[in-house]
């Protein structure tokens, strides 16, 4: 079996070099969501230099209160292999004594890591921003040339109020920041290639639970699922990741995820792992509370904007003010657990497993199909982002639907792209299995077509160059070879993946 590496982050590492060898004290926020690798970034960037890997003292905030929190970081001095480091541990009782410690080891050239830094927003711990910026503001203007602090956080919101409400005593304090976010493409590819996972429909699977987070494919290795034959992956991905007592992900999502929801937020998120892509009509039709005082569209609000769990989408050549808006679940892993893993693993508590797996594998069936849409989208920008694909975008928004008053006149296209540089429009309709396209689908495919540019607001796309794309994880020569006879262009996985 492979070796497991650190993937991918070459840009990330580069920057953080960059901060830690600058020659000056920094104060750096590093975001991304839970499992994304900030951790392990700072451990790679240590491993590869030794130097600042002895500098480091490390502690991950606990959800709790003051003296919790300051016995934590006493912890991490005394365990320090340098005895300057563990002489300040005594001094160390409350937040005052913390701060204070943290400027002391700045001030010596050591990089202190607080990790969970969200948690700071609690009400029995914000007191301690207070001391801390006071640490911040000598440190900021005592012109050393060595040492600095990372703040780690995974809730954009909580971290933004923290670092950049003005009202906050850290405003405008941070000298650098970084956000993580999913492997792409291309990272996922040289995981897949030197992993040996080679057929797209292992890759749409794994990308369907696991997105591109990389603690989630380190598990999986562990897990030892690159060794199955394509046909197993799904069913011991779930009983391996999900069902067995021991298995890694059987708690994450409640445990980081859905932790702090309750009540309406936590049934807002189960429909829509249902009804993926409905409207906030169909939301509060479905959900409304009367006796509720707090309206639906306030916890749908916060989902969006506070804890980034669900996508409010909104069509091409619409604004933010458009009633046309779908919701989705943001996190391919959230979704997934919502919608397969964990009724699978409720069932296996009474059934035995197969009988568990049966429903839930049907239901994968459709999620995937869901997420391969999803994944074409990001390729389409990732690709143009790059100058590495066969279409610049100009629009990042893609997919078009309309909200007519009669059904009949409904139009869906998966894909609307734009790339007005060069007056092209590109149609796309995505299916999980390329003989899904066939004579039905690809003449409902036309009508919708015509329909959009017969729309008033899109008659000036009927001059420009229309390219009609049909998309597949794999095509076979033969059913490739067919649908060009016709006028489509044909997309799979492996064309993008040999773009990488």
Known sequence: MPTWHFYGRTGALA???DIVGAGRWFFCRIEGRRRIGKTTLLSQLALQNPDFGSRIVYMQTPDSDERDVAATFRRSLAESDRDEIKALAASVIDFPSMAAAIGQLCRTGMVVVLDEFQYFTRSALKHFNSFLQAEV???RNAALSAGGLFVLGSLHSDMTALLEDKAAPLYGRVTRQLKLDHWDFEDLMTVFRHQGISTPGQWLT??????GVPKFYADAYEQRLFELPPQELARELLTRMFLRGSSPLSE???????????GRAVSILH???DHPGCNHAELVGALNDPH???PLGTHITRLVTKYGMVDKMHPVFSDSKNRNARYYIADNFLKAWLAIAKPAREAARLKPIDKALAPALKRLETLEGSAFEKLIRKLHIEMSRKGKGDFELSSIQLGYWNRPREAL???????????????????GSCKRSASAHDRAELARFEQHIAAFLKAPQHR???AWQQEKVLFAPEFDASIRAELSAHGYLCRDLRDYSNLV
Request: charged share 40%.
């Open 252 to 262: 994450e999502a409640d445990n980081w995820f859905l932790r702090e929801l309750r």
């Open 206 to 211: 794994l990308w369907t639970f696991f997105e």
């Open 460 to 462: 000036r796309l009927q």
């Open 409 to 427: 006149r409904s139009i869906e296209i998966d894909v609307v792209a734009l790339d007005e540089g060069r007056n092209r429009v590109r149609f």
């Open 271 to 273: 429909y829509l792992a």
């Open 137 to 139: 503001d000598k440190l």
């Open 15 to 17: 920057e953080l070099r």
């Open 292 to 294: 509720d005082s707090t």
